[in-house]
């Protein structure tokens, strides 16, 4: 068994609403081989797994799995069921799974489900699943993981799984997010997360925000300059000041008395820290081991206090104390260490909400200030303070005191988040009780503000050892997000087969009317506000997350293709807005893909994603899209769902509208909103920009799309005629349906690349210019399976009488040549008395197609890629022809001009 490929799926996708990992799975000699097959398996394993029995399976209650086992399952299955008791061992809490078949021999995608906070860049599902094969192969060969190695092997995925997992305080900003519904994305492995959309958009790196004034995080950073900014406010702080010298350390000691503390003056979770120095020699001991650029401060009396600020509000206090252990009469300091450190919630770092404590020489000098070793045992009851420091990084805990902290104590601590400019402050106090007023400054300073953390640890509260937890993630969100706002900015998914670029485009044109900036991903590239920021094909989910995560951006239009799906997942959770086009055949044989109802699962996808009181807007006239609106996921959720048509008579259309449901229709040569039995002109078909006078009835429909959803989202429907008015397809929506002049000859340039796509373009043409007056340049991708590329070329050879066919630049794993000799073999035994030519590269073709070309006639060109087309184009003179065809019988001087330059262009002859 081993795994060829591993892909990861980044949001919701076709087998669950979560992310997931794609692991393509080959079962070697494991072949046809059923767990039954080989005697005693199911028991070894068991026995290896314990928890395997608990796992539900297709049966849905505990035990199911050891049925299967039982009963005989494949090793895929195996592997996918242990992959995930690997997961739960080491507390990645995880439970879906699912293993199915490629339709290749012992070859099987194994799915299992990802915590949604884990980096997609993240090795471990990887790691686990090839732990998981091997487990299963030393089982199935007779033996099983000796406990040792697998608890070894158990350690090493769990330390990897901590590692990679959120830290408490971003966790808890995360899990408050997802509450009120905001989206949120962590970057990579590290603490930065992005939440909300668009011009909604905020972001947070653990509890520091984008409103974070880095003026105030640099003051928090440096001990000496806060302490004495608060000092000039009258906020009561200990005396001391900066040493860059031993000498200034030992005279500032001399000026302050002791006891005094010594530390960093930029230090962080307490390293280096010391306090009870009482003599010169401790304070040049500690200055040496600092280095240089110490604080030297009086220590203040009384008790380790916490006070965490946001929005100028106080969300949580807390207690903290240093760590210590507490005897037993029998277990020396070491072993009590060990116990502490047994506990749960401890780890290294800051991933869990307490730190294991480490004995080190800290830990050493403070038991031997009290004449303590590692090794003495304390009596029953007995403290042992191990460090001065109650900083939780250093072992300590913590004990809830939010609702026993004084006003007096409220009013400074908001002082000082607001003197720093500190939209969330943790506040360091020792204060005799944070219960009681705060001594006033009489002379000496003997309690106050120790320090401020700019971007303070969360742990304290949200997992106090005593006391009640606090939920200042979401305070800290609250703030960020207020107003209850989601964070959101309204967006439109749009899927089908064909139609759906220029959908997109259309509905954006429609929705920016408003004035409101729109972001759209194409598969021609990523526009923000009408301006294009990538070329690419871009409908997959990094495109849309490129659109989302814009800060201009107010509304978005995200077209979402098949690949995209199937290969990442969607790139949002949720959309206010669904569009499906139409469902027909292409594409299959691609990405486990065999039947259009294959592909009307993916595209159901977009459908199921559409919130709970959102729009999905169907296409009546395709039975496939029509079959969605009856899906579980789809009917479930409280979706208004409008229709669109060209058929007023379509029995759904009907039923919908006497139900007094809305929908979009052609009617007598109008587009027409109907909503029950209230109809509404909007525009005449022959007005609309690229129909070229009625003559493209597919426009009708892409344009009744973009209309209903664009009205979904506030469009008026007064300004609508207007909008689409200016809509320019040859600017606006290159590349589809795009008319040229080049003399007396046309030239309609469109990606059609499949059967209905292609049979709808020459549709259009023959009403414009009639069966007989069409010549093809046409290439077809080399990745469609032969029956497509055969039904492509039948259509063609009944719509064309000339043709050219060449080669895309990207075979697609074709050899050169076998696209178009497929084709033209099929077009001929179609079409006997077919004119065809086969040449090399779409200049050669559209020059070949050209000189075909009569006056009056028109090009139809498929092409590959818009850019180096257009240029092409632009060099031979061809212009925009505005909508208005070249008819043969328009006068004429002489030869056509495109004829002419064609056969000046032409290099060498032809393949025939």
């Known amino acids: 068994m081993k795994i060829e490929s591993?892909?990861?799926?980044?949001?919701?996708?076709?087998?669950?609403?979560?992310?997931?990992?794609?692991?393509?799975?080959?079962?070697?000699?494991?072949?046809?081989?059923?767990?039954t097959d080989i005697t005693g398996f199911t028991e070894r394993l068991l026995r290896a797994m314990p928890?395997?029995?608990?796992?539900?399976?297709?049966?849905?209650?505990?035990?199911?799995?050891?049925?299967?086992?039982?009963?005989?399952?494949?090793?895929?299955?195996?592997?996918?069921?242990?992959?995930?008791?690997?997961?739960?061992?080491?507390?990645?809490?995880?439970?879906?799974?699912?293993?199915?078949?490629?339709?290749?021999?012992?070859?099987?995608?194994?799915?299992?489900?990802?915590?949604?906070?884990?980096?997609?860049?993240?090795?471990?599902?990887?790691?686990?699943?090839?732990?998981?094969?091997?487990?299963?192969?030393?089982?199935?060969?007779?033996?099983?993981?000796?406990?040792?190695?697998?608890?070894?092997?158990?350690?090493?995925?769990?330390?990897?799984?901590?590692?990679?997992?959120t830290g408490p305080s971003t966790r808890s900003i995360i899990e408050a997010a997802r509450r009120r519904g905001i989206p949120v994305e962590r970057f990579d492995d590290l603490s930065l997360v992005r939440l909300g959309w668009g011009h909604r958009r905020r972001m947070a790196w653990a509890a520091m925000t984008d409103r974070t004034s880095a003026v105030g995080v640099d003051i928090a950073g440096d001990k000496h300059v806060t302490r004495r900014l608060l000092d000039e406010a009258g906020v009561p702080v200990a005396a001391g000041g900066a040493a860059g010298t031993e000498a200034e350390a030992i005279r500032l000691f001399g000026r302050l008395g002791g006891p005094v503390v010594v530390k960093p003056r930029n230090g962080r979770h307490g390293r280096a820290v010391a306090l009870h120095l009482?003599?010169?020699?401790?304070?040049?001991?500690?200055?040496?081991?600092?280095?240089?650029?110490?604080?030297?401060?009086?220590?203040?009396?009384?008790?380790?206090?916490?006070?965490?600020?946001?929005?100028?509000?106080?969300?949580?206090?807390?207690?903290?104390?240093?760590?210590?252990?507490?005897?037993?009469?029998?277990?020396?300091?070491?072993?009590?260490?060990?116990?502490?450190?047994?506990?749960?919630?401890?780890?290294?770092?800051?991933?869990?909400?307490?730190?294991?404590?480490?004995?080190?020489?800290?830990?050493?000098?403070?038991?031997?200030?009290?004449?303590?070793?590692?090794?003495?045992?304390?009596?029953?009851?007995?403290?042992?303070?191990?460090?001065?420091?109650?900083?939780?990084?250093?072992?300590?805990?913590?004990?809830?005191?939010?609702?026993?902290?004084?006003?007096?104590?409220?009013?400074?601590?908001?002082?000082?988040?607001?003197?720093?400019?500190?939209?969330?402050?943790?506040?360091?106090?020792?204060?005799p009780d944070v219960a009681a007023?705060?001594?006033?400054?009489?002379?000496?300073?003997?309690?106050?503000?120790?320090?401020?953390?700019?971007?303070?640890?969360?742990?304290?509260?949200?997992?106090?050892?005593?006391?009640?937890?606090?939920d200042v993630g979401d305070a800290i969100v609250r703030a960020m997000f207020p107003g209850g706002s989601d964070g959101r900015i309204p967006a439109v998914a749009i899927t089908g087969t064909n139609g759906k670029t220029t959908v997109t485009r259309l509905t954006a044109h429609l929705l920016s009317g408003s004035g409101l900036r729109v972001g759209t991903a194409t598969s021609d590239g990523v526009a923000i506000d009408g301006r294009v920021v990538q070329v690419a094909d871009a409908t997959g989910p990094r495109s849309a997350q490129m659109v989302l995560g814009d800060p201009q951006v107010e509304m978005a239009v995200l077209e979402t293709a098949r690949g995209g799906l199937l290969r990442r997942g969607l790139g949002y959770?949720?959309?206010?807005?669904?569009?499906?086009?139409?469902?027909?055949?292409?594409?299959?044989?691609?990405?486990?893909?065999?039947?259009?109802?294959d592909l009307a699962h993916v595209k159901a996808v977009v459908a199921e994603r559409v919130r709970d009181g959102g729009t999905l807007v169907l296409n009546a006239d395709d039975p496939w899209v029509r079959s969605l609106a009856d899906r579980p996921r789809v009917r479930a959720d409280h979706k208004r769902l409008v229709w669109f048509s060209l058929d007023p008579q379509n029995p759904v259309l009907a039923g919908h509208l006497a139900r007094g449901g809305s929908a979009y229709l052609l009617h007598d040569g109008w587009l027409v909103q109907a909503t029950g039995a209230r109809r509404t002109p909007l525009l005449r078909l022959a007005e609309v920009p690229g129909a070229y006078g009625g003559a493209a009835l597919h426009v009708a429909a892409n344009t009744l799309a973009a209309i209903a959803a664009a009205r979904a989202l506030g469009a008026r429907p007064e300004t609508l005629a207007d909008r689409l008015a200016e809509f320019d397809p040859a600017a606006d929506n290159p590349g589809r349906g795009t008319l040229?002049?080049?003399?007396?000859?046309?030239?309609?340039?469109?990606?059609?690349?499949?059967?209905?796509?292609?049979?709808?373009?020459?549709?259009?043409?023959?009403?414009?210019?009639?069966?007989?007056?069409?010549?093809?340049?046409?290439?077809?991708?080399?990745?469609?399976?032969?029956?497509?590329?055969?039904?492509?070329?039948?259509?063609?050879?009944?719509?064309?009488?000339?043709?050219v066919l060449y080669e895309d630049e990207d075979l697609r794993g074709r050899p050169r040549g076998e696209v178009s000799g497929l084709v033209e073999r099929e077009m001929r035994a179609r079409r006997p008395r077919l004119t065809a030519v086969r040449t090399e590269g779409f200049r050669a073709a559209l020059t070949s197609a050209l000189e075909m070309a009569e006056p009056g006639d028109v090009v139809l060109v498929i092409y590959e890629s818009w850019g180096p087309l257009r240029s092409f184009l632009a060099g031979l003179g061809a212009v925009p022809a505005a909508g208005v065809p070249v008819h043969a019988a328009l006068p004429s001087a002489g030869p056509g001009a495109g004829l002419q330059l064609a056969r000046r262009l032409t290099g060498s002859p032809a393949r025939r």
Do not use: K
């Open 278 to 431: 009482t003599s010169a020699e401790d304070v040049r001991r500690v200055f040496a081991a600092i280095g240089g650029d110490a604080v030297v401060e009086r220590q203040l009396d009384g008790r380790d206090y916490r006070v965490l600020v946001v929005a100028g509000e106080v969300v949580a206090a807390a207690e903290r104390v240093a760590a210590h252990v507490v005897g037993d009469g029998r277990a020396t300091i070491t072993e009590l260490i060990d116990r502490v450190n047994a506990d749960p919630r401890r780890g290294t770092g800051h991933s869990r909400v307490l730190t294991r404590i480490t004995v080190d020489e800290t830990v050493r000098r403070v038991l031997a200030r009290d004449g303590r070793t590692p090794a003495t045992v304390l009596a029953d009851g007995e403290v042992a303070r191990l460090r001065d420091t109650a900083n939780l990084s250093t072992g300590g805990t913590s004990r809830d005191v939010t609702d026993q902290v004084h006003p007096d104590v409220t009013r400074i601590c908001r002082r000082v988040a607001a003197l720093l400019g500190l939209d969330i402050a943790g506040i360091d106090l020792r204060l």
């Open 51 to 165: 928890g395997l029995a608990e796992h539900h399976c297709a049966a849905g209650t505990p035990g199911g799995f050891v049925s299967r086992l039982r009963g005989g399952t494949y090793f895929g299955h195996v592997a996918e069921h242990v992959c995930i008791e690997l997961s739960q061992l080491i507390g990645r809490d995880v439970t879906f799974g699912r293993t199915v078949g490629t339709g290749a021999d012992g070859v099987y995608d194994v799915i299992t489900e990802c915590p949604a906070d884990e980096s997609p860049e993240s090795p471990l599902p990887g790691e686990l699943l090839t732990a998981a094969i091997g487990l299963v192969l030393q089982v199935s060969a007779g033996g099983g993981p000796a406990a040792p190695r697998l608890a070894e092997q158990l350690a090493g995925l769990a330390a990897l799984a901590e590692r990679e997992a």
């Open 437 to 470: 007023p705060v001594p006033p400054v009489a002379g000496v300073t003997t309690a106050g503000v120790i320090e401020v953390n700019a971007v303070p640890g969360l742990r304290m509260h949200l997992a106090p050892v005593e006391g009640r937890p606090r």
């Open 573 to 597: 959770d949720w959309s206010d807005v669904g569009v499906i086009t139409n469902i027909t055949a292409d594409h299959l044989g691609q990405d486990g893909l065999d039947s259009v109802e």
């Open 740 to 803: 040229f002049r080049l003399g007396d000859v046309s030239l309609y340039l469109d990606y059609a690349h499949n059967p209905a796509a292609l049979a709808t373009t020459l549709r259009t043409l023959h009403r414009l210019w009639g069966p007989d007056r069409c010549v093809g340049a046409v290439t077809l991708p080399g990745d469609r399976r032969a029956d497509l590329l055969a039904a492509s070329a039948q259509v063609l050879a009944d719509g064309l009488t000339r043709v």
């Open 6 to 35: 591993l892909r990861r799926l980044r949001g919701p996708n076709v087998y669950l609403s979560r992310p997931a990992m794609v692991a393509r799975l080959h079962l070697g000699g494991l072949t046809g081989v059923e767990t």
